[in-house]
């Protein structure tokens, strides 16, 4: 038989009742859908946090107070150091080293006048702006630090300034924060938000002012971002020796940037896989669907099939014929599924653009074959069940 | 040319077996027409089924000339090789038409060839005169189901002889027809016999059955009866 006449036979077939071929492919259909959806969902929810990771660029390590793999708990609770200023200050005359950022984070009431609003506080160094290119507003951010206590200047995020200042210039005018005065030299633009964390409810003061108002004897976090003339792994061997030299122990973590991307990209994408594969559940169903109703329609075509046989079609074509039909059922589902995963997919885009999703063509093409797989795995017992049928028996059966 | 020696053929009904074909002896020349009568249950069609390789004797020869001119016992022959000689050698007529409901009427003629991978063009050029000739211009490209009766069996008539067979069984071919049309699809098939083809019909109609130049009679699944015309002091 000739393909063309195949594919016509096969067609034919599945154009006659369109509406009983049509309700055999929905299931694969609404599998697919349920597919391309959840992939989509999932590769964009990965993208979304690797865009938010990796904004801050991959050449940075985060050291963090404590060791978290050491055996036992007394251990490290008698002998922890903590991170301070000092090692902050020694890991930023490093070589290599562009900015070193100090981080202390808590949370607190700040006023102006009788406006008052609850924010985060985050004390930092005065390399944070350039480190993590966040754009001012007005004014400058907090100064290089000269070894004495730091002045209390204090640098407001938008909405902050929004909130309490409403259209006046917060410039030179003084705050309490957490009951400390503050002089406010300057504003940051609007950043929006990271991870659920708004950037502009926030307020930056210097870090030792910070660890005295939380009353707090260490960073929580020294931020290194290298130069590309070094190598991550030769940059944390370095903060290595460096902290070794002060604290004498291991009591501290070192995170590099693309370290941590990299697991995370890796978790991002099996729980991609992982969704994928709760949505091909529902592609099994239709599988299921495609072969009963396959399997009926041979019984009440036996007499056709009897004809066949009787006119010399062998034992081959008729498999054929058969799983062709399978096979186009299950295309056509796959097809009419992916059509309504991108209709929706587009619709979303339109009214909640923000939406992460991104729907990968690789699962879309993987889905259309898939379904075109489970048609023939579903369809190989009813063809083979047509293809055995003795002519005779199938011409009698009418 | 067609040699059956000792053919039985035993089906279970229940746990009752019926003897449906019971050592059949029968010798057919080329270009023969033949009709088969006997009351309903007398294995006609069973006898009709084996002779077009579409059953198997459970014991017996059957003796078929192939194209090559020898004859072959075809009882042990495998089913595909089987479903070719169909294809190739055999054209079958049913009583309830069996047309394909979703190919139109030429579809449905030309479907054999189809089935033998012969291009387009030379499955135009077979199917004309045949459709000429069934009288079916009008219709080739109608579904069965907007046929009549009487069209549809021609259809099935063309089907049937567009692969040029040596043989044509009909089981009651007019079985559904009118007599008007029945005898239209008889005269059809005689001018196919006519012209050289091996014509066998199953039927319950006496005077169709008298127009065959050899008549068998079965009862109970035997040949009680074989006479040609020949024989007959007319
Ligand atoms: N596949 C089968 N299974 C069981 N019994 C069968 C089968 N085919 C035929 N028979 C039996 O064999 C006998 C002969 O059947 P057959 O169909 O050949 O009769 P027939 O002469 O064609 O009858 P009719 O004129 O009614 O068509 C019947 O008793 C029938 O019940
Ligand atoms: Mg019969």
């Known amino acids: 038989m000739r393909w063309q006449d195949w594919f016509h036979l096969v067609f034919s077939s599945v154009r006659y009742n369109p509406l009983k071929s049509l309700l055999t492919s929905l299931g694969i259909a609404i599998g697919i859908t349920a597919v391309t959806l959840l992939t989509s969902l999932g590769e964009g929810v990965r993208g979304y946090v690797m865009d938010n990771f990796s904004q801050f660029g991959t050449r940075i390590i985060a050291v963090m107070p404590g060791k978290d793999d050491t055996s036992g708990m007394g251990g490290m609770l008698s002998s922890v150091r903590f991170l301070t200023l000092g090692d902050a200050y020694s890991l930023e005359r490093l070589p290599h080293v562009d900015y070193m950022v100090a981080n202390v984070q808590g949370s607190g009431p700040i006023k102006f006048g009788a406006r008052s609003r609850n924010t985060e506080i985050l004390g930092t160094t005065s390399s944070f702006q350039q480190a993590w290119d966040f754009p001012l507003a007005s004014g400058q951010f907090l100064p290089v630090n000269r070894g004495q206590v730091s002045s209390a200047h204090a640098v407001l995020g938008q909405k902050v300034k929004q909130e309490l200042f409403l259209a006046q210039n917060p410039l030179g005018k003084f705050v309490r924060i957490a009951g400390q005065r503050y002089r406010v030299i300057g504003v940051m633009q609007s950043k929006g938000s990271m991870l659920g964390f708004d950037l502009d409810d926030m307020v930056y003061i210097p870090a030792d002012r910070a660890l005295t108002l939380f009353n707090r004897e260490g960073l929580m976090e020294i931020d290194v971002v290298f130069s590309a003339q070094t190598t991550s792994s030769k940059m944390a061997e370095r903060i290595h020796e460096k902290l070794i030299e002060r604290h004498g122990q291991e009591d501290f973590t070192l995170i590099t940037q693309d370290e941590m991307l990299d697991s995370l990209d890796s978790i991002l994408s099996l729980l991609t896989l992982g969704i994928g594969a709760l949505g091909s559940i529902s592609l099994l169903v239709g599988g299921v669907g495609i072969f009963t109703i396959m399997t009926t329609n041979i019984r009440e075509r036996s007499a056709e099939i009897g004809l066949l046989r009787a006119i010399g079609t062998s034992r081959n074509q008729l498999l054929s014929l058969f799983l062709g039909e399978a096979m186009l059922l299950s295309f056509i589902g796959g097809l009419l599924g992916m059509l309504a995963a991108m209709a929706i997919l587009l619709i979303t885009s339109i009214f909640a653009p923000s939406f992460p999703i991104s729907p990968n063509p690789i699962y879309l093409i993987a889905a259309l074959l898939i379904s075109g797989l489970i048609g023939l795995v579903s369809g190989i017992r009813p063809a083979w069940l047509a293809s055995k049928m003795s002519p005779v028996h199938a011409l009698r059966n009418e | ?234």
Request: hydrophobic share 35%; proline share 6%.
């Open chain 2, 1 to 234: 040319m067609i040699q059956v020696n000792q053919v039985n053929k035993t089906f279970q009904l229940g746990d009752q077996p019926v003897h449906a074909l019971n050592n059949i002896q029968l010798k057919i020349s080329p270009g023969e027409y033949l009709s088969i009568m006997g009351p309903s249950g007398s294995g006609k069609s069973t006898l009709l089924n084996m002779l077009g390789l579409l059953d198997i004797p459970d014991d017996g020869e059957y003796w078929l000339q192939g194209c090559d001119g020898l004859a072959l016992d075809t009882v042990p022959m495998d089913e595909e090789v089987r479903a070719r000689y169909r294809r190739d050698h055999i054209g079958f007529v049913f009583q309830s038409y069996h047309l394909i409901p979703r190919l139109t009427a030429a579809e449905n003629i030309e479907l054999p060839l189809v089935l033998a991978g012969i291009p387009p063009d030379e499955r135009k050029e077979r199917l004309q005169p045949i459709i000429q000739r069934l009288g079916l211009e009008q219709r080739a490209g109608h579904l069965p189901n907007q046929l009549s009766g009487g069209q549809r069996q021609r259809v099935a008539i063309g089907r049937a002889t567009i692969m040029r067979p040596k043989l044509l069984l009909a089981d009651e071919p007019t079985g559904n027809l009118d007599s008007h049309s029945g005898a239209e699809v008889i005269e059809l098939l005689e001018e196919l016999n006519n012209d050289g083809i091996t014509l066998i019909i199953v039927t319950h109609d006496m005077d169709l059955g008298d127009r065959a130049k050899r008549k068998i009679r079965m009862v109970d699944g035997e040949i009680v009866l074989d006479k040609s015309r020949e024989q007959e002091p007319s």
